[in-house]
Structures are given as C-alpha cells and as structure tokens.
C-alpha cells in the first residue's frame, strides 16, 4: 500500500473513531441520565442537530485542510488529527499561524522547492521563471465548495444552539415540578458538589446553589411497612428566608418536609408509600455549606 492510500486509510479510520467517540459519549450520559424523561422532544433533537453540524463542520473544514497541506507538500494527516482533536476553529487557527508556502516541483529531480528559488537546493538545476506563474495560479482559493458547506454547517450549529438555549430558558420544554414523577431538570448551577450513592446510601455535599436548584436520587422501598427513611442534614449557613426541602416522590404521592434546622436526625416513615421506585430530592433554596447523607433502612 503507497503512503497516499495508507493517509487515506488513515484519515477515515480517525473520522470513524471520532463518530464512535462522540456517540459513546452520548450513549454514556444517556444511561447515566435516565435518559430524556423529563423533556420535551423538541430539545433532544435540536441538541441532536448541534452535534450533527459541529461534527459536520469539524469534516468539511478538516478535508479543506486535508487538501491544502497535499497542495503544499506537507503531512495531511497530521492536521486534520489536529483540527478534529482542537475543534475546528482552534485547529484552523492553529494551521494558518503554521501554514506551509505552497512549493514548487524541480523540472530536474521533482524535489519540492521554494517559489521564488532560481536554483534547485537539491539538484542545483536553474528553474524557469514560468513556473513561478503556474504556481501563482495555484494559489487561488481551491475547493470552495468545502469551504461554504462549512460556513454553512457552522450557521446551522450556532442556530440549533440558539434555539435549544431559548426553548430550555423558557422552561416550556424542560420538567420543573419538584413534585412530578418525571425527572427534575434544572436551569441554575451548584457549586463544590460532591454527590455518591453506595450501598443505599446518598451522601451530597455542596457549597451553594441557584435558588430552587434541586438534586435528586432515585432509591427502592423493600417494606414500606417497617423501613424508614433516614436523614442526617446539616446546613452550614441559612441566610434570611433560605431554605431546605426534603422530597419524596412516587407516582402520584409527593411529601415534603423542611430540613433545614434538623437538630437531630430525621427518621421518615414511608407508610404512604408502596414498595418499589422512590426519588428521594433536596429543594435548595438559598441554604450553603451543606452537608447531607440520605438512606432507606
């Protein structure tokens, strides 16, 4: 196999991987999410067509460059690692600060030589003037069309970005209702958060949050009957009219309780509650320091 077929074969196999690394992501974050319950199916997709354009951006920009570096005498390959690895418009970047002069071939040895060298470095052949010109020519702006489908594929991506943003800003779209059996999704932030769930123990820790951000974990009911749930919650700092709310979740039933001044442990009896599936969720409302460790026994 010559080294052309062997940059082509290699070029495809980086492009396939990096399909398969992106949808390995997104199967990843699926399975961990609980999927989109919770969402209107108008976000999914205009999430879906972001990533389709970015990545379509990422491909018509990546084979201009693919191109121009064959043009140029340098390795192709390489720079399209580059522009898929640094993103697009970094790697482009990246690429035009270290772009190499377009070279000319050696009528005498075809070694690749400066544009404006009268004399072959290799060989030492005098080179004819009218070369310079056909190399001129080359220098005009090649495979447009590449570059268009890109500028065209990054409109469609920032569009798509847009309207995703807007649709979850205006929280049409997205489950908010602390109280509904669907996931809760938020729009705010928390900050420091520490979060595991291990042998039926959820332990969340945060410095702060937005106002109404809430976490959430999902737990099972063996006897609901004889089991408890236990609430260990310590809050740190309580500003004026700031809060913490402990929810439990399961179908129709919802049941809070405040739990921002536990003075000591707080046992729940889940009676109300059948066997199975329990989302168990702290309403933070302006509390900070917070410290907590929920469990069913």
Not at 10 to 33: D, H, M
């Amino acid at each position: 196999m010559n080294r052309k077929n062997q940059n082509k074969l290699f070029l495809c196999i980086g492009i396939a991987v990096v399909f398969l690394l992106i949808l390995l992501r997104f199967g990843l974050y699926f399975l961990k999410s609980g999927g989109f319950e919770g969402l209107s199916m108008l976000l999914p997709m205009l999430l879906f067509c972001f990533v389709l354009f970015a990545v379509l951006t990422t491909v018509f920009f990546a084979v201009w460059v693919y191109q121009d570096c064959k043009m140029r005498g340098d390795d192709p390959v390489v720079w399209v690692i580059i522009i898929f690895a640094a993103s697009p418009f970094i790697g482009l970047l990246v690429y035009f600060l270290r772009r190499p002069e377009m070279k000319k071939g050696c009528p005498a040895c075809g070694r690749r030589i400066s544009p404006e060298a009268k004399y072959c470095e290799a060989c030492g052949a005098y080179v004819e003037s009218m070369e310079d010109m056909r190399i001129m020519e080359k220098k005009k702006t090649h495979h447009l069309g590449l570059i268009a489908a890109g500028v065209v594929s990054i409109v469609l991506m920032l569009g798509s970005l847009g309207a995703f943003i807007a649709s979850a800003a205006a929280g049409d779209y997205v489950n908010s209702d602390v109280a509904s059996d669907e996931r809760v999704w938020n729009l705010g932030v928390i900050t420091m958060e520490t979060s595991t769930y291990f042998g039926g123990v959820w332990k969340l820790d945060f410095k702060s949050a937005s106002d109404g951000y809430i976490e959430e974990q999902k737990m099972k009911i063996e006897d609901a009957d004889s089991q408890m749930l236990h609430a260990d919650i310590s809050c740190g700092t309580v500003p004026e009219n700031a809060e913490l709310i402990l929810w439990l979740v399961q179908g129709d039933t919802a049941q809070s309780v405040d739990v921002t001044d536990l003075s000591e442990p707080l046992e729940y009896p889940l009676d109300d509650f059948e066997n199975g599936k329990l989302r168990v969720r702290l309403q933070i409302n302006g509390v900070k320091d917070v410290s907590s460790e929920i469990s069913i026994q």
